[in-house]
């Protein structure tokens, strides 16, 4: 039979123990992946209303780097709309907005690849209302798909950083 504490001692164990014997290491603790890319990587300026919210989350994921990082991030976005909601009137009613992002990691020196990934997602908005309504619906979508695709980069950048930076 189980004693309470016997089954708490056996989950701390397990927690403690088993998490260091996998060579787990939190990301955003001193020495992480996340510690390591921190102010690391300069983000391709942006050329348009898009590209600036995502490098914005981009940068206050990883921090603003000056001309001095050692890793550029190039990247591409293609976003498409689709009408999801339509009435027998042909009215469209709600909005589909999905993103993708394509993107890479370069060694500023040698003008090597280190690593590159894509990530996509979707976001939604309503054409109810004025148009002015429908218009600031569909710029929040736009920025939300944007924060959205900064963060899945920056996650994929932080768990696979152990495999290409030095």
């Not at 009137?89 to 990691?105: A, I």
């Not at 929040?140 to 980069?153: F, H, Y």
Request: glycine share 8%; hydrophobic share 40%.
């Amino acid at each position: 039979m189980w004693s309470p504490d016997r089954r708490a001692l056996l989950a701390a164990l397990a927690v403690t123990g088993g998490l260091a014997a996998c060579g787990f290491t939190p990301a955003y603790a001193p020495g992480g992946s996340a510690d390591a890319l921190r102010n690391q990587i300069l983000a391709e300026a942006p050329s348009s209303t898009e590209e600036y919210a995502f490098v914005v989350q981009f940068e206050d994921r990883l921090g603003r780097t000056s001309d001095a990082a050692p890793y550029l991030l190039t990247y591409s976005i293609t976003t498409e709309t689709d009408g999801l909601a339509v009435t027998s009137d042909q009215e469209t009613l709600r909005y589909n907005l999905s993103g993708e992002v394509r993107f890479t990691v370069t060694d500023r020196a040698s003008g090597a690849v280190l690593t590159s990934g894509r990530t996509e997602s979707f976001t939604s908005y309503s054409a109810i209302g004025t148009t002015v309504a429908t218009r600031a619906s569909e710029k929040n979508a736009s920025e939300r798909l944007m924060v959205i695709l900064a963060d899945q980069t920056v996650s994929q950048l932080l768990a696979t950083a152990g495999s290409w930076q030095p």
